[in-house]
Every structure is written in C-alpha cells, then in structure tokens.
C-alpha cells in the first residue's frame, strides 16, 4: 500500500471516529472518558494519515504531542489552534482505566469536537493536490 493509499486509509478510519464524537453531545448519555477516547483516536489517525502523506515512517504511539512533534520535525505548517489537541492524548490510555470525574472542568465537547473536524479538514486539504496529479 502506498503512503498517499495508507493515508486516506487512516482519515476514513478518522472520520468514523469523528462521527462518534459528533453524536456524543450529551455528557448525560455518554461519558467523557468514552467521548474523550474517540476524540483521541480521529485526531491520532488523522496525524498518522498527515505523516504517511509526507511519507514518514512513525512509531506506534497514542501520544498526540509526539505525533505533532515528528511533523514539526518534518518542517509540517500545524496551526496553532490544533496544538491543544495534544491534551487529549490521555484519554488514549490512563482515562480509559481511570475516571475523569476525578478531574476539575469538564471536556468543551463542542470546542472540542469543532477542533476535531478542523485538523480532519486540514489534513483532507493536504490530500486533495495529490488526487489530482
């Protein structure tokens, strides 16, 4: 398989999970934790479809602020606004074990959930110049 093939291959596996987080609104229903975890997965499978587009072989972590790192360190343009994303990286693995009442505030799913889809689009927009040559 392809980089530019693995790629859409790891945004369409994105795109399921942001259209779990979307259906998620309600705290009432669904748990942060459960929430957090999907919000995780779409931004990690969209920053792996980011680093297969420009062809880099990445390690097999859940850690978003090392996945933004290795595209920094490939000289990648990150807005500033998806940086943030990097705080979901616990919901990969200790707030799946753990609960996150225990912590203060609560997750912006809405923000959320909006920075989500915007890094999704980014990414889709990267790939689009290459569906056409």
């Known amino acids: 398989m392809s980089d ?31 929430y957090g975890f999907h919000a995780q997965q779409a931004v990690e499978k969209t920053l792996k479809a980011w680093l297969s587009l420009v062809g880099l072989e990445y390690p097999r972590i859940h850690d978003l602020g090392e ?8 000289h ?32 912006n799913r809405v923000q959320t959930t909006q920075l989500v889809e915007g890094l999704l689009r980014h990414v889709e927009c990267l790939i689009a110049p290459t569906d056409r040559s």
């Open 67 to 74: 996945l933004l790192e290795l595209l920094l360190d490939q």
């Open 4 to 34: 530019l093939e693995f790629a859409r291959l790891m945004l369409s596996m994105a795109q399921k999970d942001l259209r779990a987080i979307q259906g998620m609104a309600d705290p009432d229903v669904f748990a942060d934790e459960v």
């Open 76 to 107: 990648q343009s990150i807005p500033n606004q998806f940086l943030a994303l990097a705080d979901l990286t616990d919901f990969a693995v200790q707030f799946r074990y753990e609960s996150f009442e225990d912590l203060e505030g609560g997750l």
